[in-house]
């Protein structure tokens, strides 16, 4: 039997499409536009001017603060403007738009492809250059990664965990990375290991990645301390709390990180741009995208420039399908719908789906027949038959007592309820009104 | 036959005393001393418990307002003076009076002035939609059409228009309780002072984007132009983030601003139909006097 | 684009089980039981059958159309799933407007003035029988002959149930292995040999349909095998200490409509707990309580009771049986 963590869960349909396409090197789009706000925390502060020249890989906005992160100039080109773009929620935020000229990279960026295995930096450095980088978690949570990297007082980190599980239907970027990029995730995973100051990490995959797991499991036996683990598919086993439990078994408690059981959890994705920034200099401006949907001609993995807009990596796949309905940034559970694909590719963006017309709408939602699906599926214990109406009372006190901020906002019991019930639409709403209130008690 | 007649009505009735006394014993044993002001103050407060004093109910705010030394920030809006003055009368204080005020959406985006830029398919609330995303239209700032102010709306003053998609308020019945200001998740209700005859002049626009931005999202948004400001005599004017706001107690209805306005954000309601040019002054004249 | 796009929370995809899936489910799930019960009850159980589930059709939608002026959700199949399982509890030689009562009493009483599917604290098919049988007990307890009657309705022949024998042997006084002498043997109850009300009488059939349900993952195992796992442990401990005044644990099982309580009515969605802890206990709940009443209550048969009392519960053991949270046990902050 092979490991997955306890509760809940469910078993959405895999429609990895891309699964075996090789990642192609997206063309240069004519202008990008780079939000400055692509992370978790403040956004950062423009470095350039209207009309400055930029090149490749050039520190174009500054993060301030302990959460916040850099940001560079994806393309080489002159700055257009210092303006208002939407993002994928559809509000306008500050990008600096680039006006592509030609492909011109900064001179200590070291372009060649080869493999470099030599580990030189310390671990300081190393947490210095993943700064300069502006790094983030690439898994779509974007959380700086330096700030996961500097463990706080009185906590110990002894071990890191990787995620390989993409448990998310449709998407295959972390797939196509492994297969095309092993060894270079394998050394960046040493180098978060050196930063951490641990010995061991553990690199999870779903066994619907057979492939994945092993050529990753080949690779593994050429460096020391790293295990790959094969895990049973579930959904959401991408989560960290129920990776860390699929691993090593430890449960990270109510309100808690993984670091209060000695983990810290990064992406392949992450360890790959690790590597990327501490051997061959290269900040992070680009990433893997999976464009995919089952009437798009072509669904592909591309090596996308940061600030590529979402209706340039369509038209690559081979144009928008006749009857699309609804297009989403992200994978088919908790991804964002788009409202415009002139919506510029973000260090999170882990794929583009897009779904047809049939599929877009919702189904009717009828009355609650008590069927117990969506506690036995809800990965976190909780009872979102319960959770939803009284969030629709904004019974807060209540909503707080049945622990809604446990809620990780997964989608399986909207996903599982037969009833088509906006569970997760309610929950969600409770949960940031009851964050609200308890962080007005903390002033 | 009499026999458990008799003796039914007998142990009936011994029971009844006995649990009588024992509740006479209790009640008087536990009974909590609680002003009798409170109960003749609550009878006077509207019984709406609508929270629109900011207290949780009417009973609660007539233990705070007898509480209370002077009646500071202490104002039932549903009652108004009247009722505050008949409090005031029963606990010796003198109440403040507060002019009357009407809730006021400042958003014209119906469906035929602000298009649609995406359908929305989700549990059908403001709050949701304000959570996830833009909205249905280019403008971020306007109303959501999903009517959480209606469903909130203790007095049955709110409807939903459903041509134009945009709640609408009823002037007969607002109390200006402020449930739907609070729950807007947009922020597009004001409470705006009340004029004879329901006479009403406001800008009926949120949206702080540049002039350009905002009229390609709606046809009748504010853009910013600074008209209205520089026309106004009475400085009731405001000028913010590219939108016009009119103060409703500096204003003095003299519908000067209204016919300034390029995109017709201006709204003004309850006044007789304008007259040709030349006429407008004596219009002002007597609206004035 | 001409069209504009969909925007939704997510998630985007939802599991293709649906209400009416679930209810039609059920409904093909009852279908041995149904063959069985007409081959042995003949002309009466169709009418009865028919009957019940067009009554409580027909009272669903007028109550939705005319009382509650609410949407009509006949189609999601409940009303169809109540009328059914009504009859099932009903004998087969019941008047016709008996049959329309506890339909109404059913959907109107037991569901509708809750406010609908979903909402009833109590099993509505349940509700119309108990009803039923306090209102109109002789009609109630008067079962056709298995087989033989199967042409008549409602001058079918009569006879006794195999539990309404035992009680009333033991009433008498009498040695229950006496008394099991009359009564077809376990091989018989088990393939639905005997007087009883509709659906309760081959356990085969309704075996087969609980196997569907698994399969098809509308029920999970734990309220039918905790309830008959009570009933058995009780009953045989009371057998073992006596086995001249009580019957054995087999026969209790195969007889009285426990094995259609226990697969069909505890199980209802809406009125069974949430956890799975929660639903053992009210599994427990249920056999414990039948055991008394058949055991040592007026009732020769006490499943619907037992049921509708721990519907009762439910609530309560919703509010202090919770699912374990995930991370719970460990102290933080």
Not at chain 3, 108 to 123: A, D, H, S, V, W
Not at chain 3, 200 to 211: K, P, T, V, W, Y
Request: charged share 20%; aromatic share 6%.
């Amino acid at each position: 039997m092979l490991r997955t963590f306890h509760k809940g869960g469910i078993h959405p349909p895999d429609t990895k499409l891309s699964a075996h396409q090789p990642i192609r090197d997206l063309p240069l789009p004519g202008s990008v536009a780079v939000l400055l706000s692509q992370h978790m925390g403040a956004p950062a502060r423009a470095v350039v001017n209207k009309g400055d020249a930029v090149k490749t890989g050039q520190l174009i906005a500054r993060g301030e603060g302990f959460l916040s992160s850099h940001v560079h100039s994806p393309v080489s080109g002159t700055v257009a403007k210092i303006e208002e773009v939407h993002d994928v929620s559809g509000y306008r935020r500050q990008a600096v738009y680039i006006d592509v000229l030609g492909d011109d990279w900064e001179d200590s960026i070291i372009r060649d492809g080869t493999l470099d295995k030599n580990i030189r930096s310390d671990g300081e450095e190393i947490l210095k250059k993943i700064v300069d980088a502006g790094i983030v978690g690439l898994g779509g949570a974007t959380f700086p990664t330096h700030v996961k990297l500097s463990v706080p007082r009185g906590k110990e980190a002894t071990c890191i965990i990787i995620n390989g599980v993409e448990c998310e239907p449709y998407l295959t970027a972390d797939h196509a990375l492994m297969l095309e990029k092993g060894e270079e995730i394998m050394v960046g995973i040493q180098l978060l290991k050196k930063a951490l100051h641990v010995n061991k990490a553990y690199l999870g995959i779903e066994n619907n990645k057979q492939d994945a797991v092993e050529h990753m499991q080949r690779l593994a036996c050429g460096f020391e301390g790293i295990e790959v683990c094969e895990l049973q598919v579930k959904y959401p086993q991408g989560g960290e709390k129920q990776l860390v439990q699929a691993i090593i078994g430890r449960e990270v408690p109510s309100g808690g990180l993984p670091i209060d059981v000695g983990v810290v959890v990064f992406n392949v994705g992450t360890a790959f741009a690790v590597y990327e920034a501490l051997q061959k200099n290269k900040p992070l401006i680009e990433r893997i995208v999976t464009v995919t949907g089952r009437h798009l001609k072509q669904p592909s993995n591309f090596r996308t420039r940061i600030g590529t807009p979402v209706s340039v990596l369509i038209d690559a796949a081979g144009g928008i399908p006749e009857n699309t309905g609804k297009i989403i940034s992200g994978g088919p559970m908790m991804g964002k719908a788009l409202s415009n694909t002139e919506v510029p590719v973000v260090k999170g963006t882990s794929g583009i789906l897009i779904l047809p017309e049939e599929e877009s709408a919702r189904q009717t939602s009828q009355p609650c027949i008590r069927c117990a699906r969506c506690l036995s599926v809800c990965p976190m214990g909780l009872e979102p038959y319960l959770l939803m109406p009284l969030s629709q009372q904004n019974l807060f006190d209540r909503l707080e007592y049945e622990h809604i901020m446990d809620c990780i906002e997964c989608g399986s019991c909207s996903y599982i309820c037969p009833a088509c019930r906006p569970l997760l639409d309610y929950i969600r709403l409770g949960k940031s009104n009851v964050g609200k209130i308890i962080r007005s008690r903390k002033k | 036959m009499t026999a458990t007649i008799v003796y039914t009505i007998i142990s009936l009735s011994l029971l009844g005393a006995v649990a009588a006394i024992v509740l006479y014993i209790v009640a008087q044993r536990f009974r909590v001393y609680e002003d009798p002001r409170i109960d003749l103050v609550e009878a006077e407060l509207p019984a709406a418990n609508c929270g629109g004093c900011g207290y949780a109910g009417c009973r609660n705010l007539a233990e705070t307002l007898v509480k209370s030394e002077n009646f500071e920030g202490l104002f039932c809006p549903v009652g108004g003076n009247e009722t505050m003055a008949r409090i005031g009368a029963i606990l010796g204080r003198e109440a403040d009076t507060q002019e009357t005020r009407i809730a006021v959406l400042r958003c014209n985006g119906s469906c035929e002035n602000s298009p649609r830029t995406s359908n929305f398919d989700g549990a059908h609330t403001c709050a949701i939609v304000s959570a996830l995303y833009s909205g249905e239209t280019g403008c971020q700032y306007g109303c959501h059409g999903f009517g959480d102010c209606v469903a909130v709306c203790s007095f049955d003053a709110l409807h939903m228009d459903p041509d134009t998609g945009l709640p609408v308020v009823d002037e007969q019945k607002c109390t200006a309780c402020g449930a739907c200001v609070k729950t807007c998740p947009r922020n597009l209700f004001e409470l705006r002072k009340k004029w004879k005859g329901d006479k009403k002049i406001y800008v009926s626009c949120m949206n702080e984007d540049k002039g350009g931005l905002a009229r390609k999202n709606c046809s009748v948004a504010c853009i910013g132009c600074n008209k209205c400001f520089k026309v106004c005599p009475h400085e009731a004017i405001v000028m913010r983030n590219n939108l016009a706001f009119i103060d409703s107690y500096k204003c003095k209805l003299c519908r000067k601003c209204a016919p300034e306005c390029p995109t017709h954000a201006i709204i003004e309601t309850g006044f007789p139909p304008r007259k040709i040019k030349a006429d407008e002054k004596t219009v002002e004249d007597t609206i004035i006097n | 684009m001409s069209k504009l796009l969909t925007v939704s929370p997510s998630p985007h995809i939802g599991s293709d089980q649906s209400v009416q899936e679930l209810m039609y489910g059920v409904i093909l799930s009852l279908v041995p039981a149904l063959l069985v019960t007409l081959y042995v009850f003949g002309i009466g159980a169709l009418i009865v059958v028919a009957l019940s589930v067009f009554s409580c059709i027909l009272f669903e939608w007028g109550i939705q159309k005319y009382l509650m002026k609410s949407e009509i959700r006949i189609r999601d199949g409940s009303a169809a799933v109540t009328g059914l399982l009504l009859a099932f509890n009903l004998p087969s030689n019941l008047p016709w407007w008996m049959v329309v009562l506890g339909a109404l009493f059913a959907i109107g009483i037991g569901k509708m003035t809750y406010g609908g599917l979903g909402n009833n604290p109590f099993n509505p098919a349940l509700v119309g029988r108990v009803f039923l049988l306090i209102s109109f007990p002789v009609q109630m307890t008067s079962w056709p002959l298995p087989v033989v009657s199967r042409m008549h309705y409602l001058d079918a022949t009569t006879g006794a149930t195999p539990l309404g024998l035992l009680k009333e042997a033991v009433r008498n006084g009498e040695a229950v292995p006496e008394v099991m002498k009359q009564i077809p043997d376990h091989m018989q109850l088990f393939l639905g040999q005997m007087g009883g009300s509709l659906g309760e009488i081959s356990a085969l059939a309704l075996i087969i349909g609980f196997i569907w349900l698994l399969y098809k993952r509308i029920i999970t195992w734990h309220i039918p095998v905790f309830m008959v796992g009570t009933i058995f442990v009780f009953t045989g401990i009371l057998w073992w200490l006596n086995p001249v005044r009580n019957a054995t644990p087999v026969f209790h099982i195969l007889t009285g409509g426990v094995l259609l309580g226990a697969i069909y009515m505890a199980t209802d969605l809406v009125t069974s707990p949430m956890t799975r802890a929660g639903m053992i206990l009210y599994a427990a709940g249920i056999g414990l309580i039948t055991v008394i009443i058949r055991v040592y209550g007026a009732y020769p048969e006490g499943v619907s009771f037992a049921i509708l009392i721990m519907n009762a519960f439910v609530p309560l053991i919703n509010k202090y049986i919770k699912p374990r949270r995930f991370g719970e046990e460990v102290k933080h902050g």
